[in-house]
């Protein structure tokens, strides 16, 4: 068992100092390799920076056995490109098959292409590893033009439907606003009725009398209605314009009003014209009450007479004075005041309506919570509902989508013995409502050494209670991408620090952790419990998480 030390978070390793934590490495067990059925090489021991070398493994194998060839970045520390098609021969009764790989490097160096391991039926066997000398390419500066480094390319983010939300909002609140004008500001045409209601009190009365000519009523010999319209003209020109209670008051009433304002010089009618209209109101009250039945020529007398009396009473009455005009206009004035006043409230209380009943009505479908953070406005649901980008970091790649870019993080070689290299990418810290970072470490150990991924969790609960995380409750189990790579999950709850001191908020994390030969995989997610938005970031962001893309 061999056992080497390394540090993945925040420690005093890189000042030279060793942690007291270890990280179990052992070696895996090998079946023995027979040369004889697996050979290996490479068409080229020196390639110059981004030239491609050929990997070919020969394998002979009965014709019954099943054979399984490295797939995926294996080739660590060079990359490959490209995976060719299975090349078989028969002989006799077994199979010759070739498969080729192409590889390169795009860093100068020396390497050395690991051991492959290719399964025939239930045996495992590996391939010699293989040297590679990466060499630079020589320009010649006095030929090739040298140039400014271009500068940064502003990237134009991707177009989203807000337009849509927008539009479907004006076009609302424009059929909002017809229906208000046309119902309460617009100038309603008026109907007939309503222009005549407009008019001086003597112009309506010649009108009404008019329509009574018009009417049927004496053609039918229907006199008591004939007598009930053209009382009611006399006594609505008298209600407005000499006594205001004429409607209502009895003949006599009336008579005996109208005769103390002439006595009292208010009024200049003649006893004769207080005489015929008494006549013509008693004579109706006799036709409707005492079913009396006059001369249709007598009802058109009358008719003549009260339309004489109407011209007499608009003789007789003062003109008005310039104090009576004014109160007059200050009373239109008043009333033209009183209806626009009244057209605000209504607006202003159907708006106010509208408004309360879309929120109700949105806060019933979505929830109160979601329209008021739609409205108002929340970060992390902004991060949500906004354009998710989906990216792969690190060499093996990890295949993620976030809410946003991750940022690269500076990191150098943690572990002096070993000479780790990390390349992490993340966004936000533990004091965010969400922190998301992805590391991919490559360790300089045998490939044979494989990494204890239980004790690197347990370093990164470490780093937790090293930044004041308190009340870590820790659950494990198995993780599997959508792509059926294996890994460990560790997951809980704790209380995180606060952006106010001394004070902690609910949270929750995941670490997930993956590794092959001499590759560390690693993905943090912490979120705060109490913001309702996170816990949905981090699940899509878990649900996306692969280590290959699928062919």
């Keep these: 068992m061999k056992k080497f030390d390394f540090n993945f978070g925040k420690s005093a390793l890189g000042s ?30 020196k390639i110059k920076i981004g030239e491609q070398i050929t990997y070919k493994i020969e394998v002979e194998a009965d014709s019954t056995d099943l054979i399984i060839f490295p797939e995926g970045q294996t080739f660590m520390p060079l990359e490959m ?39 025939i039926g239930t045996k495992e066997y590996f391939t010699d590893s293989l040297k590679v000398e990466v060499n ?43 229906l208000m004008y046309w119902f309460i500001w617009r100038k309603k045409p008026l109907t007939e009725e309503e222009e005549i209601a407009l008019l001086p009190p003597y112009e309506r009365a010649k009108i009404a009398l008019k329509k009574l000519d018009e009417s049927n009523y004496l053609q039918h010999a229907e006199l008591k209605d004939y007598y ?25 009433e009336l008579i005996n009003r109208l005769t103390l304002l002439k006595d009292g010089n208010q009024i200049e009618l003649s006893k004769t014209d207080i005489r015929n209209i008494e006549t013509i109101l008693k004579r109706a009250d006799l036709v409707k009450f005492a079913k009396s039945a006059p001369d249709v020529e007598l009802a058109k007398i009358d008719r003549d007479t009260i339309d004489l009396q109407i011209d007499n009473v608009k003789q007789a009455l003062p003109e008005p004075t310039e104090e009576e005009k004014l109160l007059d206009q200050q009373y239109k004035e008043a009333q033209e005041r009183k209806k626009k006043r009244r057209k605000i409230i209504i607006t202003v209380a159907v708006s106010l309506f509208l408004i309360v009943a879309t929120f109700v009505g949105f806060s019933i479908k979505y929830g109160f919570h979601y329209v008021k953070d739609t ?91 090293n930044n004041n995380v308190k009340d870590i409750i820790t659950k494990r189990e198995k993780f599997v991408t959508p792509n059926a790579a294996e890994g460990l999950k560790v997951f809980g709850t704790a209380s995180f620090p606060s952006v106010i001191p001394e004070r902690y908020r609910k949270g929750e994390y995941v670490f997930l952790a993956f590794t ?36």
Excluded: C
């Design 228 to 252: 009930s319209e053209l009382t009611f003209i006399i006594r609505r020109y008298l209600d407005e314009k000499v006594y205001d209670r004429a409607l209502e008051s009895t003949t006599d």
């Design 516 to 551: 092959t030969q001499n590759i560390l995989q690693q993905i943090i997610l912490v979120w705060d419990a109490e913001d309702r938005y996170t816990a949905d970031i981090m699940q899509r962001v878990l649900d996306s998480i692969e280590l290959k893309k699928d062919e």
């Design 16 to 45: 030279g100092h060793l942690s007291s934590v270890l990280f179990s490495f052992f070696f895996s067990l090998f079946s023995i390799v027979s040369f004889a059925q697996v050979k290996s090489s490479i068409d080229s021991t």
């Design 136 to 178: 630079n390419v020589l320009v010649d500066s006095t030929k090739q033009g040298l140039y400014d480094i271009k500068p940064f390319i502003q990237v134009e983010k991707s177009s989203s439907d807000w337009w849509k939300t927008a539009l479907l909002i004006l076009a609302i609140i424009a059929v909002v606003a017809f």
């Design 81 to 119: 490109i490209e995976s060719y098609k299975i090349d078989t021969t028969k002989n006799n009764d077994r199979f010759n098959l070739i498969k080729k790989y192409g590889l390169t490097q795009f860093d100068s160096g020396h390497y050395t292409i690991p051991p492959q391991k290719i399964i």
């Design 375 to 465: 409205i108002i406005g929340n970060d992390s649901k902004e991060l949500l509902e906004g354009v998710w980008v989906t990216s792969d970091y690190g060499i093996p790649p990890i295949y993620i989508s976030t809410p946003v870019v991750l940022e690269r993080v500076e990191s150098k070689a943690i572990d002096t013995i070993t000479d780790a290299k990390v390349s992490a990418f993340g966004y936000g810290t533990l004091l965010s409502p969400i922190n998301i970072m992805v590391s991919t470490t490559r360790l300089n150990v045998p490939d044979s050494v494989q990494v204890d991924l239980n004790m690197v969790v347990e370093r990164n609960l470490q780093m937790l209670e």
